[in-house]
């Protein structure tokens, strides 16, 4: 019982205190995705115009939580979750908006934020179902997700020259 106690209070004080969580769900690849810890679940919105996605999350299913230190990034715990579903403009709808909303940043709607995730968006509990996973031994690092983005082009013709110009004055 002891036991029990002290890993559900070891997911709730490190995912309160860390600002972004590693959610995987069934056959997908761990995503980022920020939260606030609200009445003893992570609670995300989504799915939105310019909200993070939540493709791989859906009512009812299992997803896999894995919670970073905040000031050294290093994994601290991994839970098992149950994804629930809060429906638009209901009670426990509301009240967690209300936590979500004080902390969404670079919103581009502000106060006018609420109707448009009732509107457009997904609003998921994810519940802690169960013990935390030992952490493991070796390194979980994956290829990045696929992506559209690009960062490389072409050098610069004139970069070769303005860089062993530089070395010549030295």
């Not at 799915?47 to 050294?72: F, I, N, Y």
């Not at 670079?106 to 109707?115: C, K, L, V």
């Amino acid at each position: 019982m002891t036991s029990a106690l002290l890993d559900r209070a070891l997911i709730e004080e490190a995912t309160k205190k860390s600002g972004l969580i590693w959610v995987k769900g069934p056959g997908t690849p761990a995503r980022a995705l920020w939260h606030v810890w609200h009445e003893g679940a992570a609670c995300l919105v989504g799915d939105g115009p310019g909200e993070q996605p939540l493709p791989h999350l859906t009512d009812g299913a299992a997803a896999e939580v894995t919670v970073r230190s905040k000031d050294k990034g290093g994994r601290l715990v991994t839970w098992p979750a149950r994804v629930v579903e809060l429906a638009p403009e209901s009670e426990a709808w509301r009240e967690t908006v209300a936590e979500l909303k004080g902390k969404r940043l670079n919103a581009p709607d502000g106060e006018a934020m609420p109707e448009r995730w009732a509107r457009e968006c997904r609003v998921l509990r994810l519940e802690p179902a169960g013990a935390s996973e030992p952490l493991p031994d070796g390194s979980l690092a994956e290829a990045p997700l696929p992506t559209p983005a690009t960062t490389r082009r072409p050098a610069p013709a004139a970069l070769p020259r303005l860089l062993l110009k530089k070395r010549r004055r030295t």
